[in-house]
């Protein structure tokens, strides 16, 4: 294929399918592995209800979103300074290299979780690399009469990547879980190519040092930050979470401490990484938050439904917990379908009516579905929880082209790379934070119901009181990864007790059969899903109040830097800034 000159008519939709097929590669790797941690761990041989190996189980999801959300930033930034181009294709190349060690983990128990987390780590550096680069490479590439469209499409490939990434990692570790990262190789190996041979530097570079102070205080605050969070899903002593471990509270504290520094050093450094004078430019501030919360919500009805799918309704409905994973994500196609659906046609349409419209009415959307599906019972028919999912990928898809457009245009030319670097940090902590926050307000839903639900089940089939009284007593984390998981605990709990050789046959069926354990927390479950899911629509609702303050309610040229005035690669002046806000 021969380089596009940046004059080219087509070049601009050579860089947006290009930068589509990246973004979608590192979202849709977000997610994959969330849903295929089943598979993984049989294949690993690590028992994932042992004591200590939950931990394995969070730092696998952990570990490549913690890192994109750490570094984007940075990449977005460097970006800026040695070209926005050269950051992104190097990210392909770090994505293939890093797909290929996973697939070829040679470890297994504990060594081979170890592998995996690691090498997610390195991926998480390329995916930060293309997420941070991507929209900054669409807005230097096309004019502000398009952009809502080609924003639009990059965002719904990015969205739509987490999503198709739950049927993908669903379909692929039925098959084998290596190929959960065998199927990211030829996709990344293409898009290198590619991405050498037809990209070009468009955006103006501009000589600036790097910022290293700031690099290093807002990677340790928000990793550390990130890790305390993790961690107070623990259990610790006698509590049922880690919130008062002392290790968590020093993590959260100083975590917080570092931010507020980093946010200090960059109002004071020449060339911050961190822009923090964007905040005073109406739009990016609303957009951000409405942004940064909409991530959350959608991170957590992801893990929520997939809780719901396999621990509960599948094995209720006749499905070994062997092959959840599968059917969890067929049954969650409806969510894609309707983002897809909505998410194209609202970035067209918001460049022609404006941004407002349809980030405020898509979050409105989203609110209302979560009300909905906290009214759901546990055993729902399946045609309402279809419609209800549908309806939320609706919203998500109307809300989410608008944000990105509402956030690019509204921001400096010369500052492009850090802005979009900025929103890929909100969107992917919204995404990490969502895992600590609602875990945590489901294990608190769980606890005050579970106990007496497990020891009264336990016991009506046989246990003698006080090993149920000691089961039902255990911390709902494990109960919680078990359902995450896909996996039936009550054998693993009883059996080192001894008491399921003592029991009749017909007792010992039912404890470890395919129904008892879902039916027996399907009512405190629902205590915890309502917890969760109320939070979420306050989220989405904060997010779509934001939205209306974005500071324009036209097209998004009114929001473009030229369109206020401002030369080519230009800062906006301090009473341009104000004006905004």
Not at 281 to 301: D, E, H, K, P, Q
Not at 356 to 371: E, K, Q
Not at 476 to 488: D, E, H, K, M, Y
Not at 533 to 540: I, L, P, Q, S, T
Request: charged share 10%; with cysteine; aromatic share 10%.
């Amino acid at each position: 294929m021969s380089r596009f000159d940046v004059d080219h008519p087509h070049y601009k939709w050579v860089a947006l399918s290009n930068t589509t097929v990246g973004i979608f590669l590192a979202t849709i790797n977000s997610s994959i592995v969330l849903i295929s941690l089943p598979a993984i761990f049989r294949g690993i041989g690590l028992d994932p209800l042992a004591p200590g190996n939950g931990a394995y189980l969070l730092w696998m999801l952990m570990g490549f979103l913690l890192v994109t959300a750490v570094f984007v930033v940075t990449f977005g930034r460097l970006g800026d300074i040695y070209g926005r181009v050269k950051i992104y294709n190097l990210g392909f190349v770090v994505f293939a290299a890093s797909s290929v060690a996973l697939a070829l983990d040679p470890l297994h128990g504990a060594h081979g979780a170890m592998w995996l987390i690691l090498w997610r780590v390195v991926q998480g550096v390329g995916g930060a690399m293309l997420m941070a680069n991507s929209t900054a490479i669409l807005t230097d590439a096309f004019p502000a009469t398009q952009r809502g469209l080609a924003l639009g499409i990059n965002q719904v490939a990015a969205i739509a990547g987490a999503f198709i990434g739950l049927v993908l990692g669903g379909l692929l570790s039925e098959w084998d879980w290596r190929a959960v990262f065998w199927v990211s190789v030829p996709v990344a190996v293409i898009g290198t190519i590619w991405s050498y041979k037809s990209l070009q530097e468009v955006g103006e570079r501009h000589e600036a040092k790097v910022d290293w102070i700031g690099n290093v205080t807002f990677a340790l605050g928000l990793s550390i930050l990130l890790a305390g969070i993790t961690y107070g899903i623990e259990p610790y002593g006698t509590s049922s979470m880690g919130w008062t471990n002392p290790w968590v509270v020093a993590a959260l504290l100083g975590g917080a401490a570092l931010l507020v520094v980093f946010c200090v050093v960059e109002t004071k450094v020449k060339d911050p990484m961190f822009a923090m004078t964007l905040f005073r430019i109406r739009a990016f501030s609303a957009g951000s938050l409405a942004g940064l919360l909409a991530s959350m919500g959608r991170g957590g009805l992801q893990f929520m439904l997939i809780i719901w799918l396999q621990g509960i309704w599948l094995p209720l409905h006749g499905y070994t917990y062997e092959s959840t994973p599968l059917w969890a994500g067929i049954y969650l196609l409806p969510l894609t379908v309707g983002f897809l659906v909505s998410g194209p046609v609202s970035g067209h349409l918001s460049d022609r009516y404006g941004t407002r419209p349809f980030a405020v009415g898509g979050l409105l959307i989203v609110t209302a579905s979560f009300i909905a599906l906290l009214l759901l019972p546990v055993d729902f028919p399946y045609p309402v929880f279809a419609g209800l999912i549908a309806l939320n990928g609706i919203g998500s898809g109307l809300f989410s082209a608008p944000n990105v457009a509402m956030i690019m245009n509204s921001v400096p030319a010369r500052q492009r790379g850090s802005a979009s670097g900025m929103r890929g940090t909100f969107f992917n902590a919204g995404t990490s934070l969502s895992i600590g926050i609602f875990f945590s307000l489901m294990i608190a839903g769980l606890a005050s119901s579970l106990p007496t639900t497990l020891t009264q089940g336990l016991q009506a089939q046989g246990v003698p009181a006080g090993v149920a009284t000691q089961v039902g007593n255990l911390p709902p984390v494990g109960t919680l990864f078990a359902s995450f998981l896909g996996v039936n605990p009550i054998g693993a709990l009883l059996g080192p007790t001894g008491v399921l050789d003592t029991l009749p046959k017909a007792n010992v069926a039912t404890l470890t059969g395919q129904e008892f354990f879902p039916h027996l927390i399907s009512q405190p479950f629902h205590d915890g899903l309502v917890v969760v899911f109320a939070a979420a629509a306050v989220m989405m609702l904060i997010g779509a109040v934001a939205s209306v303050f974005d500071g324009t309610g036209s097209s998004s040229t009114e929001a473009d830097g030229e369109a206020l005035g401002e030369e080519p690669g230009t800062s906006p002046s301090a009473e341009q800034a104000g004006a905004r806000v």
